[in-house]
């Protein structure tokens, strides 16, 4: 076997230290396990360590992450044929990841038990985890509308009731972690089924300030990447709205979902100024939800938006975005293989989403 290239090696270190940290957080608890213990364990340097990590919560996210996106494909109940059936069903697959009162303290089921601690320590992380739940509602909500019968007698638009219906199931797995056995699961499930056939209103005003769009005109030649809610390669390639959003501007695609044409594909892709904790965390939220999302809802009612983590910046400067961070606001418009318009700042989702076509 040929030597290593430098690459090879780096992601090689990198798998194990997040091997060998997974051990110590199950072993030991997230608050007294030592980055010299994970270490040790993966017969690395700290500096090794350090060199792939920002520090321990970094890798915490990072261990979080990749068991989310590693979950066993369950055998598939029969999906809901309506939104409330589809959003009972979620709501128990969401619920049966929940530690029981029987588990033992440090039973792997109670990996995730400090995730909401980390977050509420660091203001930047959680304006970041409270735009990553605004943006699991939209996906939840433009399945449980794609579920709809037509002429059903329903709101227009479903993503306060996903938001109320993700609302009551972190509540009861923060309720699971902190007092073990306080409600009963199955009322949960009920109640979520009854969220439903609510009105909550959930109209739409466009934001009284926009940007405008300025045209362009050049190749679109984006890098591969995937697509976290399908778990497969995003086709970057079609005719759709491209929003590069910063991880405290992510609700922003509701914009782009709401003022698009029918048929018009969005792509929202994720950016940070300080990735080494918040893309694993992004990874994480998008995960969990769509794991349940799967098991609950048939395909043809996924929700039709592309969700990517660019890790590496490179999608985002195929778009001409650079210097991205938290705060990044910027949509493209693709059309025909080319990068037809760009608009930047607030309202950027809106105004690229709402353009008519042929622009080329």
């Known amino acids: 076997m040929g030597r290593l290239t430098r690459g090879e090696i780096q992601e090689r270190n990198r798998l194990k230290v997040l091997a060998a940290a997974r051990q110590e957080f199950v072993e030991r608890g997230y608050h007294a396990a030592k980055v010299d213990a994970i270490a040790e364990r993966a017969e690395l340097t700290r500096g090794a360590v350090y060199s792939n990590f920002a520090g321990k919560r970094a890798l915490y996210f990072g261990v979080l992450a990749d068991l989310a996106e590693e979950a066993p494909a369950l055998p598939r109940p029969e999906p809901g044929r309506n939104p409330a059936e589809a959003l009972g069903i979620f709501a128990r697959a969401w619920l049966s990841r929940l530690p029981l009162a029987t588990d033992e303290p440090l039973a792997s089921s109670r990996l995730g038990i400090d995730l909401i601690t980390e ?3 660091d203001e930047r992380i959680r304006t970041a985890w409270a735009q990553l739940m605004g943006l699991d509602a939209i996906l939840l909500g433009l399945a449980l509308e794609r579920l709809r019968s037509p002429g059903a007698a329903a709101p227009s638009h479903m993503f306060r009731v996903a938001e109320m219906a993700l609302t009551l199931l972190h509540g009861a797995g923060q309720m699971a972690a902190a007092a073990p056995g306080f409600s009963d699961p199955f009322n949960v499930v009920a109640a979520c089924e009854h969220l439903a056939g609510l009105d909550l209103q959930d109209g739409w005003l466009a934001a009284p300030f926009l940007t405008t769009a300025s045209p ?3 190749p679109w030649n984006p890098p591969a990447a995937i697509d976290l809610v399908a778990g497969r390669p995003a086709d970057l390639k079609q005719d759709q709205v491209v929003a590069i959003l910063g991880l405290h501007r992510l609700t922003a695609i509701e914009e782009a979902v709401r003022a698009r044409k029918a048929g018009l594909a969005v792509t929202c892709v994720a950016v940070a100024g300080d990735p080494g ?8 939220a998008v995960a969990d939800l769509c794991n349940c999302l799967r ?6 009612a996924w929700p039709d938006i592309q969700v990517v983590c660019d890790e590496s910046g490179n999608l985002a400067s195929a778009a001409g975005v650079t210097g991205t961070g938290n705060a990044t606001e910027t949509a493209v418009r693709i059309e025909g293989g080319r990068l037809v318009a760009l608009a930047e700042g607030r309202g950027a989702c809106h105004v690229i989403a709402s353009l008519g076509t042929k622009r080329r």
């Open 216 to 218: 362009a005109g050049k």
């Open 119 to 121: 977050v509420l320590s």
């Open 295 to 300: 098991r609950a809802f048939p395909p043809q």
């Open 277 to 284: 904790e918040l893309r694993p965390l992004a990874r994480l």
